[in-house]
C-alpha cells in the first residue's frame, strides 16, 4: 500500500459545483496534513492545513479522520480558476526532519 | 513571489554527469529541504538540512547530496545522473525545524532532463 493515495482523475466539473477529494495515508503516527495546489508546470503551494476539527477558508473545507485515516478537500460554488491538481502531504512522526509525503496529486478541470 | 529562488531554471545533461542545483531561501528561513518530482508524481523528499547540517533524508541514493550555508542558499548535487534523474527539483524553506513551524514555501524549480 502507498503510503499517501489519492484519485489522479481528472475530475471533470461545471463551473459553480461542488466537488470533493478525498486523499488516504498509511502511517497512522503522521502528524501533520495539508491541502498544496499546483498549477501546470509550477511549484506547489500551500492551500490549507488540515486539523483535526476541520477548517474553513471561504468555499474550501478540509476534514481529517484520523480513525479511517484520511482527509479529505470540499470546494464549494468552484471558479474557473480552480483549474489545477490538488496534492495531499502528510508529515510523519518524526518531526520536520522526514520531510513532507504527497500523493501524486488529483486534477481538476472546471468547464465553463 | 514566495521568496525562494531557484537557478538554473532548465538544464539538460548526460548519464554520468554531475549537476549542482541552487536554490536561495528567504533569510530567516534557516531549514531548507529539496524534493524530486517526476512527471505525473507528486514530489519526493530528498533531504532537510537545519542550519547547515543534514537532519533528515528520504530514500534517495548517497550520490545526492547537499550543503547550506550561513546566507541562507543551499545546493543539491547529483552525480553519476541517470536517465531517472530527470525530474523538476524543488527547494523549499521554512523558520525551524519541527512539524508546525510554518508553511513551507517552495521555489519554482529546476527542470532537470538527462539524456
Known amino acids: 500500500r502507498k503510503e499517501v493515495e489519492q484519485d489522479p482523475g481528472p475530475f471533470n466539473v461545471p463551473e459553480g459545483a461542488t466537488v470533493a477529494f478525498n486523499c488516504t495515508y498509511s502511517?497512522?503516527?503522521?502528524?501533520?496534513f495539508f491541502w498544496y495546489r499546483q498549477d501546470c508546470r509550477k511549484e506547489p503551494k500551500l492551500l490549507m492545513s488540515?486539523?483535526?476539527s476541520g477548517n474553513e477558508d471561504g468555499r474550501f473545507t478540509a476534514q481529517l479522520n484520523r480513525a479511517s485515516q484520511y482527509i479529505s478537500l470540499l470546494i464549494r460554488d468552484s471558479k474557473l480558476s480552480d483549474s489545477a491538481t490538488y496534492l495531499c502531504a502528510v508529515q510523519g512522526s518524526g518531526g520536520g526532519a522526514d520531510g513532507l509525503t504527497f500523493g501524486k496529486g488529483t486534477h481538476l478541470i472546471i468547464q465553463p | 513571489e514566495t521568496g525562494v529562488t531557484q537557478s538554473p531554471t532548465h538544464l539538460i545533461k548526460t548519464r554520468g554527469q554531475q549537476v549542482t542545483l541552487r536554490c536561495s531561501s528567504q533569510?530567516?528561513?534557516?531549514?531548507v529541504s529539496w524534493y524530486q518530482q517526476a512527471l505525473g508524481q507528486g514530489p519526493q523528499f530528498i533531504f532537510q538540512y537545519y542550519r547547515e547540517e543534514e537532519n533528515g533524508r528520504g530514500n534517495f541514493p548517497p550520490r545526492f547530496s547537499g550543503l547550506q550555508f550561513p546566507n541562507y542558499s543551499s545546493e543539491l548535487n547529483v552525480n553519476a545522473l541517470e536517465l531517472d534523474d530527470s525530474a523538476l527539483y524543488l527547494c523549499?524553506?521554512?523558520?525551524?525545524?519541527?512539524?508546525?513551524?510554518?508553511?513551507?514555501?517552495f521555489g519554482e524549480g529546476s527542470r532537470l532532463t538527462v539524456l
Open positions: 533569510s530567516g528561513h534557516n531549514t
Open positions: 488540515v486539523y483535526s
Open positions: 502511517n497512522s503516527a503522521s502528524q501533520s
Open positions: 523549499a524553506s521554512r523558520y525551524g525545524q519541527g512539524p508546525n513551524t510554518g508553511e513551507l514555501f
